[in-house]
């Protein structure tokens, strides 16, 4: 199955909120709400961010939450800070494969 | 809290055969899937299947089918992914992950070079 789409990159400025868009197709995305956001700075192991399209986990800040509109899910990050410069990738259940799929990864910067 | 702890770096040749394995702490090691997650060098995540230890049910992503075993042996808490003959387009970081509501707990993972 395809990969879910994501940007390249994103960046903004401390304080400032961005926001990373993950874009599906009807047998995943749009059909299920198992969407899942996860955070890997370099050297280490992906961290759940968002599970369930707009669930964080216990200890992960307020500052990110996610929605969904159709095809596309989203991450957002508000109140940027220097520590939140990391790879993100979304990750949806697909019904193609009755697994999940990721997205292609975007990297964000804190300018 | 479960932990998963993986095995060590792996340095091997083409053609050869390599196991490695997924050891999950606590006694609910049967009651979650266990995923298996590739990245290549400076490449993104990929899903490569997911197995249910308490049965052993097991399915794979097509790009990993035949390619991969994955397996799991209840009674020591342990989860494997293995080759028979590995490539060196093999190379690559390979992580476990417990699937509930997303992935939420990760092993280290485990690096596998694949050189000639």
């Known amino acids: 199955q395809s990969a879910l789409t994501q940007p390249a990159s994103v960046s903004g400025s401390p304080g400032q909120s961005i926001t990373i868009s993950c874009t599906g197709i009807?047998?995943?995305?749009?059909?299920?709400?198992?969407v899942s956001w996860y955070q890997q700075h370099p050297g280490e192991a992906p961290k759940l961010m968002i599970y369930?399209?707009?669930n964080r986990p216990s200890g992960v800040s307020n500052r990110f939450s996610g929605s969904k509109s159709g095809n596309t899910a989203s991450l957002t990050i508000s109140g940027l800070q220097a520590e939140d410069e990391a790879d993100y990738y979304c990750?949806?259940?697909?019904?193609?494969?009755?697994?999940?799929?990721f997205g292609t990864g975007t990297k964000v910067t804190v300018l | 809290e479960v932990q998963l702890v993986q095995s060590g770096a792996e340095v091997k040749k083409p053609g050869e055969s390599l196991k490695i394995s997924c050891k999950g702490s606590?006694?609910?090691?049967?009651?979650?899937?266990i995923a298996w997650v590739r990245q290549m060098p400076g490449k993104g995540l990929e899903w490569m299947g997911i197995?249910?230890?308490?049965?052993?049910?097991?399915r794979y992503s097509p790009s990993f089918q035949g390619q991969v075993t994955i397996s799991a042996d209840k009674s020591i808490s342990t989860a494997y992914l293995q080759w028979s003959s590995l490539k060196a387009s093999d190379t690559a970081i390979y992580y476990c992950a417990r699937r509930q509501r997303g992935m939420d707990v990760w092993g280290q993972g485990t690096t596998v070079t694949v050189s000639s």
């Open positions: 369930d399209v707009n």
């Open positions: 197995i249910y230890p308490g049965d052993s049910d097991t």
């Open positions: 606590g006694n609910s090691f049967t009651t979650y899937w």
């Open positions: 990750s949806s259940y697909t019904s193609s494969s009755t697994l999940d799929v």
């Open positions: 009807s047998s995943d995305v749009n059909s299920y709400n198992y």
